[in-house]
DNA sequence: TGCCCCCTGCAG
DNA sequence: CTGCAGGGGGCA
């Protein structure tokens, strides 16, 4: 899916039209997309408004005026593609009409009528979803908040934290400790493989193992990575876009993130594809060693 | 701490 | 046709 920087500019893009707005109607066209009962949608939803757009970690979350917030995890193919509705423009964005023109579309899954637009929750693989729970105490009651390492851009997310909660889980792979949204927010398949690329970690070294000066590029690296990403607009492997359609550009600059058969920038090696914490992983295995303790 | 699974679609 | 895909929950 959308990992923290695609997720984190599908918000900002939000954040630009929903505040203020009220939800006029929803539409279910994959009820399991919207586990959401039809009394709590009348009660809590339905006139409630748009009081801002916000994330934690791959999570949009929108506070109601209703004291319910919707939270919205686009998972692997999770789209949230706003229209406005005719003279009450993009102003000076550029929305990708070309796609926003034709929602719905066969991976539409649930659509919000807001006032001055239409919100478009569009899932090819189902993964994804719309949940409506209370704002009151929400980051601790919810299962999946409640879990949630800290996010990796704030200011005060420190290197002590980092390591800390890699020494939790000493006995998996770097690859998977990072991936582990308890350790930190926000790191998916895309990041993981290029912040281990850019502190030359192999992924399959043992978490444990990682000397604390290697850690401390890995901790360096991830916040580089997706913050350049973010300023790139994310990364559209296939699916992704963002809230007014448009793809993001970062996987022009990925080193070795579906890279496999090219040169490594770093040595001109060739990039491998390999298998780690189950996922598909990249890695130039010139640059990228196994180290043991 | 790995697997299978939730799905659909695309490349090989 | 098989295998694989930005995620993560549930299950040994």
């Known amino acids: ?3 923290l920087p ?10 630009e039209f929903l505040p203020g707005q009220a939800i006029k109607s929803i539409t279910k066209d994959w009820p399991k997309s919207l586990p959401v009962s039809e009394e709590l949608i009348s009660a809590s939803l339905i006139g409630a408004k748009v009081e801002s757009v916000q994330r934690r970690g791959k999570l949009i979350i929108m506070p109601l005026s209703s ?11 999770g789209q949230l593609v706003y229209r406005p509705n005719k003279g009450k423009g993009f102003g000076g964005g550029h929305p990708n009409d070309s796609l926003i023109d034709k929602l719905p579309d066969r991976s539409t899954r649930v659509i919000i009528e807001l006032t001055n637009g239409t919100l478009f929750f569009n899932d090819q693989r189902k993964f ?5 729970e209370k704002s009151e105490g929400l980051y601790e009651n919810n299962a999946f908040l ?5 996010e990796p851009l704030e200011d005060n997310y420190t290197f002590e934290q980092f390591k800390n909660a890699i020494k939790r889980r000493a ?21 993981a493989d290029e912040s281990l690329f850019d502190a030359r970690i192999h992924p399959l070294t ?5 000397s604390t000066i290697k850690l401390k590029r890995l901790y360096n690296a991830i916040r580089e990575v997706m913050s350049l990403s973010i300023s790139l607009g994310g990364s559209s492997d296939r699916n992704y876009v963002d809230a007014k359609g448009n793809r993001g550009s970062y996987l022009k600059f990925a080193k070795v993130f579906r890279k496999e058969g090219s040169p490594c920038p770093e040595c001109g090696g060739e990039i491998k594809k390999i298998r780690a914490a189950g996922r ?14």
Do not use: F
Request: proline content about 4%; hydrophobic content about 40%; charged content about 20%.
């Open 67 to 77: 004291g319910y917030s919707l939270l919205i995890h686009l998972k692997m193919t």
């Open 171 to 191: 006995n998996t792979s770097i690859k998977a400790a990072i991936l582990d949204q308890t350790v930190v927010a926000g790191v998916g398949n895309i990041y």
């Open 146 to 150: 409640s879990k949630l390492g800290p």
């Open 128 to 132: 994804g979803w719309v949940k409506l």
């Open 206 to 210: 043992k978490a444990g193992d990682v």
């Open 6 to 15: 695609e997720v984190e500019t599908v918000r900002l893009g939000l954040q």
């Open 280 to 293: 598909g992983t990249h890695i130039c295995p010139r640059c990228q060693k196994i180290v043991k303790k």
């Open 1 to 3: 899916m959308p990992e």
